[in-house]
């Protein structure tokens, strides 16, 4: 059983990680820290770990900053961090992987059997199944409901749309503003057929387009959507495969 730490300043992808951890019989999460200076006076007086997940980008310290600190402390050391720019960083850390968030449940669980590979082979094939067992629905907390868990089904949603550091998910029963960010929330719908996004604010489900005028695509809950210019290319595509077209008469 490999023993792990979480020390993420965010509270949902403290969350996110610990379903990936506990989905793999293999890991223990022995603790949570979102605060890196509780983390870095713990970590430094207690036992070595097996694995500790380091978000890069937090206050007071800086997850580069802290690796300095308790790298000693772990076995394996894996950044996650929403930022490529830290890849040159995480390297000279000596971090041993680097997850770029948002990450699958099948990239954690690749990361996780590349890193111990022996002990881990055995599970491999639960690994690669796991992805497969898909939910129809997920939870997340909203803003205007005092963060009460609100259950969303996929066949639901209509559209995401992005709201700076929330997205508004507009669902065939009700709007929910979500404190997550809307990269975060594509890793989610990617897991369920249907969702496309030819807008940078928008991710849509093709199952509730209305019509489509030109570049403009109207949903069925009244939303329209102007494509944007560097998914014209994908848009276009997406019309002329689903496009009905007239055969020749002879």
């Known amino acids: 059983m490999y023993k792990c730490v979480i020390i993420d300043d965010e509270s949902h992808a403290i969350e996110g990680l610990e379903r990936y ?6 890991l223990e999460l022995v603790k949570s820290y979102m605060d890196p200076i509780d983390a870095l006076r713990e970590i430094s007086e207690s036992d070595p770990v097996d694995i500790i997940f380091l978000d890069v980008d937090m206050p007071k310290i800086t997850g580069i900053e802290l ?3 308790i790298r000693g402390k772990t076995n394996k050391l894996i950044f996650t961090t929403a930022h ?9 850390a000596e971090a041993d992987a680097y997850l770029l968030k948002p990450y699958s449940l099948a990239k954690f669980a690749a990361t996780i059997s590349k890193l111990f590979p022996k002990r881990m082979a055995a599970e491999e094939p639960l690994l690669m199944e796991t992805p497969k067992e898909k939910s129809d629905f997920f939870f997340v907390k909203s803003k205007e409901d005092n963060l009460k ?3 969303i089904s996929f066949a639901d949603v209509i559209a995401v749309e992005s709201k700076l550091n929330y997205v508004m998910i507009h669902t065939t029963k009700r709007k929910v503003l979500a404190y997550i960010s809307l990269r975060e929330i594509s890793a989610i719908l990617e897991e ?3 969702f496309v996004r030819f ?12 019509f489509i005028d030109g570049n403009m695509i109207k949903m069925n809950n009244g939303i329209t959507i102007t494509v944007g210019e560097y998914y014209r ?3 276009t595509a997406f019309v002329s495969e689903k496009l009905i077209k007239a055969g020749r008469k002879n």
């Open 21 to 26: 951890i506990n989905s793999i019989p293999d």
């Open 67 to 69: 690796s300095r600190h």
């Open 84 to 92: 490529t720019k830290y890849g040159y960083d995480a390297f000279e």
């Open 149 to 151: 868990l609100i259950r």
């Open 192 to 194: 369920y057929p249907g």
């Open 199 to 210: 807008q940078r604010s928008f991710i849509i489900s093709q199952n509730h387009i209305e």
């Open 233 to 235: 290319k994908h848009f």
